[in-house]
């Protein structure tokens, strides 16, 4: 299995990315995805995540509102298209897989992650 992240970069505070996540070597349409953050020392963060058909999504409190999780399962990409960004949403994106269920956010219940995409925001 393989989660590819790409969509990172700098940008000023206010601006947009959008991340994508392409998945191969597993059923997509069989998967819940999500999006994480982690910077170096610190707890990884939930940030959003979507269930195998993307009728559900769950987000933390501080991304709401500025950032949306969808996904195209005939791609077999999720995406985080983040608007508003903030100086505090610099960090390290990674994606991450479950077999469907209960949608999860805890980092722990997740079986593939990608490799993280770099988002750096300045003031």
């Known amino acids: 299995v393989q989660l590819q992240a790409s969509g990172g970069g700098l940008v000023q505070a206010g601006g947009s990315l959008r991340l994508s996540c392409a998945a191969s070597?597993?059923?997509?349409?069989?998967?819940?995805m999500a999006w994480f953050r982690h910077a170096p020392g610190k707890e990884r963060e939930f940030v959003a995540a979507?269930?195998?058909?993307?009728?559900?999504?769950f987000y933390v409190d501080s991304v709401k509102g500025r950032f949306t999780i969808s996904r195209d399962n005939a791609k077999n990409t999720v995406y985080l298209q983040m608007n508003s960004l903030k100086p505090e949403d610099t960090n390290r994106y990674y994606c991450?897989?479950?077999?469907?269920?209960?949608?999860?956010?805890?980092?722990?219940?997740?079986?593939?992650w990608g490799q993280g995409t770099l988002v750096t925001v300045s003031s």
């Open positions: 979507i269930n195998w058909s993307g009728g559900t999504s």
């Open positions: 991450a897989a479950v077999q469907r269920g209960p949608v999860q956010t805890f980092a722990g219940r997740y079986d593939y």
């Open positions: 070597g597993l059923t997509f349409s069989s998967y819940d």
